[in-house]
C-alpha cells in the first residue's frame, strides 16, 4: 500500500495510506452511474407525468441539470470528503495537513472536475459540437494523478488535497467519537485556542495511535500540544488527546 507523509499543524509527520487507482477509478464510476441514472429516470419521469417537452425552456434545463453538475461538490461537503462512490469504495478526500477540507477546497476540487475528468468535452467530441483538439485535455488528470507523488489530480494539486484508503483504518464512531454527557466536566479550556483545522487532524493521529499501536507518536502530539497551550496534564498521551477532543465537542456545542 502507497503511503505519504503529511506535516501535520503540530509539525509532525504522520502517514496516511492512498488511495488505490483501481479504488478512485470504481468510485467514479459509480458516481457516474448515479449522476447518469439522475437524468435518464427524471427525463422518463417527467415525460411520463406531464408529456413534459424540454424545447424552448431554458431554466427548466438548467434547474433540472443542476443536481447533475453540483453532485460532487454537495456530496462531499455534506459527507465529509466522500460521495457515493467513495463511500462505497471507502476513500475520503482529505487535506496536506491530514485535516478535513474547507469548502473552499471542495469548491476548488469540483471546478476543476471538468478538465480532471472531461465527460463533457468527450461527449461533445463524439458528437461533432467540440473541436478534435478538446481530445488533448481528456487524459489530463489521468496523466496528473498518475505522474504525481500524492496520487493528485489537478483540482488536488491546486486545492491542497489527497484521497486516501479508509479500508484499513478503523471508523470515525469507534474511535473518536465520544458523546458528551449532560453532566459532562470538561478539563482543558485552553482548547478552545486550537483551530479546526487542529481538531481534524487530531482526529486522525489519534485512528492513527490506536490502529498502529503508534504511543510514540501520542506523546509527541501531546507535548507538541502542551506546549502550544502552555499547559500540563496527569493523563497518559492518547488519554490527553482524547479529552481534548471530548472537550472541544462540549464547548463548541454549549
Known amino acids: ?81 466522500q460521495s457515493v462512490g467513495k463511500m462505497v469504495m471507502q476513500i475520503k478526500v482529505m487535506t496536506l495537513q491530514g485535516g478535513e477540507p474547507s469548502v473552499s477546497q471542495y469548491l476548488i476540487r469540483w471546478l476543476f472536475r471538468i478538465i480532471d475528468f472531461p465527460i463533457l468535452l468527450f461527449l461533445g467530441t463524439l458528437s461533432g459540437y467540440s473541436n478534435w483538439w478538446v481530445v488533448l485535455f481528456l487524459f489530463a488528470g489521468l496523466i496528473c494523478t498518475i505522474a504525481t507523488p500524492k496520487s493528485q489530480r489537478i ?58 499501536g503508534d504511543y510514540d507518536l501520542s506523546l509527541k502530539i501531546a507535548d507538541r500540544i502542551q506546549g502550544k497551550l502552555k499547559m500540563r496534564t496527569d493523563q497518559d498521551s492518547l488519554a490527553f488527546l482524547e479529552t481534548l477532543l471530548k472537550d472541544y465537542n462540549y464547548y463548541s456545542t454549549n
Open 1 to 81: 500500500m502507497l503511503l505519504v507523509k503529511l506535516d501535520t499543524g503540530f509539525n509532525i509527520e504522520v502517514e496516511f495510506p492512498l488511495s488505490p487507482f483501481h479504488r478512485r477509478f470504481f468510485a467514479w464510476l459509480i458516481d457516474v452511474t448515479i449522476q447518469v441514472t439522475y437524468l435518464w429516470l427524471g427525463n422518463k419521469l417527467l415525460n411520463a407525468l406531464a408529456g413534459y417537452s424540454w424545447d424552448n425552456d431554458t431554466w427548466a434545463v438548467v434547474l433540472f441539470v443542476l443536481p447533475f453538475i453540483l453532485y460532487h461538490l454537495i456530496s462531499e461537503i455534506s459527507m465529509n470528503g
Open 155 to 212: 483540482g488536488d494539486l491546486l486545492a491542497g488535497t489527497i484521497l486516501i484508503d479508509l479500508k484499513k483504518r478503523t471508523s470515525w464512531e469507534d474511535t473518536v467519537f465520544t458523546e458528551v454527557e449532560s453532566t459532562y466536566q470538561p478539563r482543558y479550556p485552553q482548547v478552545m485556542q486550537l483551530s479546526d483545522r487542529d481538531i481534524n487532524t487530531l482526529k486522525n493521529i489519534i485512528e492513527t495511535v490506536k490502529k498502529r
